[in-house]
């Protein structure tokens, strides 16, 4: 899978949107765009995921860029709840040797909201 | 609908016990993936399932960890010895499997704290 690129940590104040940044210059026009999240003591929490136009849900919305070499997920009223990391993850529909596309998770992005 | 269930929630045991997890992945996902998450660090794959055969365990340390799900459904995790650096949140997830696949999420269960003394 391609390589994306985080932040280590951002500060969001509480109801203030937020806006969490990631590259993949790498990306090929068979990768997903999978954004999950992880609050402290739990597993991975799937977010928002798409390919090449912009996407919401009930949780954020995510905007790709036109080139699809970066994306930004966006929360549009931070609450407390929503400290947690964020996993920006390319996902390919090819399957490789089986693998499927597996999610490979790097360090994401520590996000914290202060009240 | 029920989420992924793991138990045991929480483990310790000494260098070179053995241990087994349980994971009950949610009903009619025919994926089912294991993962290893050391404290500060993203979670990594250990194995995927699917159905009742191994897809993919490049990344599982065979001298020491095993896992099975005989029936298609239910999985197991065994480390047999257990070594200190085996400390770590073992996760389970599971995904509905199509032609598509690659636009569907997992489901994460909460994960077992193992912790080797």
């Known amino acids: 899978d391609a390589k994306t690129t985080q932040p280590n940590s951002m500060e969001s104040n509480e109801e203030e949107p937020v806006h969490l940044p990631c590259n993949h210059s790498?990306?090929?026009?068979?990768?997903?765009i999978h954004w999950y999240r992880q609050l402290p003591s739990q597993g991975p929490e799937y977010v928002i995921h798409?390919?090449?136009s912009n996407v919401n849900n009930r949780m954020a919305s995510l905007a790709i860029a036109e080139d699809r070499k970066s994306s930004t997920l966006i929360l549009h009223r931070a609450t407390l709840r929503d400290a947690a990391v964020y996993y920006c993850?390319?996902?390919?529909?090819?399957?490789?040797?089986?693998?499927?596309?597996?999610?490979?998770f790097g360090k994401g992005t520590k996000l914290s909201v202060k009240p | 609908e029920a989420g992924v269930a793991q138990s045991p929630r929480y483990k310790i045991i000494e260098k070179r016990q053995s241990v087994a997890f349980w994971c009950n992945p949610i009903?009619?996902?025919?994926?089912l993936y294991w993962y290893q998450q050391i404290l500060g660090q993203g979670p990594k794959l250990l194995i995927q399932?699917?159905?009742?055969?191994?897809?993919?365990d490049s990344q599982l340390p065979k001298d020491r960890f095993s896992a099975e799900r005989l029936k298609g459904v239910d999985s197991t995790l065994k480390i047999q010895p257990a070594k200190l650096e085996d400390s770590a949140v073992y996760l389970c997830?599971?995904?509905?499997?199509?032609?598509?696949?690659?636009?569907?999420?997992?489901?994460f269960g909460s994960g077992t704290r193992l912790t080797v003394v």
């Open positions: 997830a599971s995904s509905l499997t199509s032609q598509g696949y690659a636009n569907y999420g997992y489901t």
């Open positions: 790498t990306i090929s026009g068979t990768d997903y």
């Open positions: 798409g390919l090449t």
């Open positions: 993850i390319l996902r390919s529909t090819l399957n490789y040797g089986g693998s499927q596309g597996n999610l490979i």
């Open positions: 009903s009619g996902h025919a994926t």
């Open positions: 399932f699917q159905n009742n055969g191994v897809v993919d």
